[in-house]
Structures are given as structure tokens and as C-alpha cells.
């Protein structure tokens, strides 16, 4: 399981892969793209690449991960299943390098 903290009023609404969610599928490392929201028992299929920090990890890069609109909008930590890929959101390290 992996804790992650939504980072929510970011600016960046897209980038070159189109949508954050195309992002996400282009630099995850090569997951497929999920039918599900990456949140426990969540069904929802309205899938955004949300921008998300690690919680309690030293680690403090923004990174996407394929949620729900509705728990992209989620303000307190989310905790996902280790099998998610995060993806960078750093455009500078990605698909603007
Ligand atoms: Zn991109
Ligand atoms: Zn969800």
C-alpha cells in the first residue's frame, strides 16, 4: 500500500500527452491503462491523472496517478495499492525533456 496526499488547485491543467491521465499511461513504466479508480472498492470509471505527493515519505516530487473525479477531489490521504505505477509529473523530466 502506498499513502498519497492530492495536491489539489494545481494550474497545470495538461501537458503534450494530451490529458494528465495520457500522461500517466506514456511515463508510469508501462502499466496499462486501469478500468477503475486506483482508490480501494472504488468502481468509478471517470478516470483523470491526479497530481499526488507521497505522504509520509521524504520524497517530495509530484507525481499522476489514474483516480476518480471524484477522489481527485478528495482532500485527505488516499491510501492505494502498491501495484500502481506513479508516473513523474515533471513535465521537464517527461514529455517536455
Ligand atoms: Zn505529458
Ligand atoms: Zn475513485
Not at 495520457?22 to 468509478?44: D, E, R
Request: charged letters at 20%; glycine letters at 6%; aromatic letters at 10%.
Amino acid at each position: 500500500m502506498a499513502t498519497i496526499t492530492n495536491i489539489n488547485g494545481t494550474s497545470d491543467t495538461d501537458c503534450r500527452c494530451g490529458s494528465w491521465l495520457n500522461h500517466w499511461f506514456n511515463y508510469n513504466g508501462g502499466q496499462s491503462l486501469p478500468t477503475y479508480c486506483s482508490a480501494p472498492k472504488c468502481i468509478k470509471k471517470d478516470l483523470v491523472g491526479a497530481h499526488v505527493q507521497k505522504a509520509n515519505s521524504i520524497d517530495k516530487e509530484w507525481y499522476i496517478v489514474p483516480l476518480c473525479q471524484e477522489h481527485n477531489k478528495y482532500t485527505s490521504d488516499l491510501v492505494i495499492p502498491e501495484f500502481v505505477n506513479f508516473a513523474p509529473a515533471s513535465k521537464k523530466k517527461t514529455c517536455e525533456r
